[in-house]
């Protein structure tokens, strides 16, 4: 069964520094999501694409976080500088044009900030 | 905009018993509906999922949710819980008007004791 692939799926980084991630989504999925999950509490998009397009990034911390997927296909979420606040699960999902409200979810990045 | 209530962050029971967890959304429109499961350190899955139609929604894993619009509900059960059955449970809308933005619960976390 295709799958939705993250990495790294841990990663330990101290503040000021810069920190990405990766993301693969399901083979032929044109709507990929970046959410991010703080502990204890339910996820919140940051970004999402259809194609290689930004169609809402509202809650994007546009300051320190940036997105893009090149070519449509995988993607990149990067964080620069890190703070502690940003310690979270930072989950990516995928989904299709004709099924657009079933997400398929990734396995997540668990960041941890010192 | 959409929001959606889960009551109970903790939800304990024994194995074997039923398992009730409450969800609740706020929408003039009936949005879709969701329930992920999430063990630790890992991604979403989904479980089940309302759009259309029959409003008994049958799941994986033996768990079903109904959409009471009466109610604004969507509750989750399982007549029978299994100590695999632990893990944290978030419920999510999509509304079917203006942003199609996943908007999720802060989630119950379920227990099952032996």
């Known amino acids: 069964e295709a799958e939705v692939a993250q990495s790294p799926r841990y990663k330990i980084t101290e503040k000021s520094q810069a920190v990405a991630f990766w993301c693969d989504p399901i083979?032929?999925?044109?709507?990929l999501y970046w959410y991010r999950q703080i502990l204890g509490q339910g996820p919140e998009l940051l970004v999402q694409f259809q194609d290689e397009s930004v169609v809402d990034d509202s809650q994007l911390p546009k300051d320190r976080f940036s997105a893009e997927r090149l070519k449509g296909v995988d993607s990149t979420l990067k964080i620069q500088p890190a703070e502690l606040g940003d310690s979270a699960m930072y989950l990516c999902a995928s989904s299709t044009r004709s099924t657009g409200n079933e997400q398929y979810f990734g396995p997540g990045t668990r960041l941890t900030v010192t | 905009a959409q929001s959606v209530t889960q009551l109970g962050s903790h939800v304990s029971v024994s194995e074997g018993a039923l398992v009730l967890l409450r969800c609740n959304y706020s929408s003039s429109v009936p949005p879709y509906l969701f329930w992920y499961v999430q063990y630790p350190n890992q991604g979403l899955q989904l479980l089940l999922k309302?759009?259309?139609?029959?409003?008994l929604v049958k799941g994986i894993n033996g768990f079903e949710a109904e959409f009471k619009k009466s109610e604004t509900s969507f509750h989750l059960t399982k007549p029978s819980a299994h100590m695999s059955d632990a893990a944290e449970y978030f419920c999510a809308v999509i509304s079917i008007q203006g942003a199609q933005k996943l908007v999720f619960g802060q989630g119950t976390r379920l227990t099952i004791n032996p």
């Open positions: 083979s032929g999925h044109a709507t």
């Open positions: 309302y759009t259309t139609g029959a409003t």
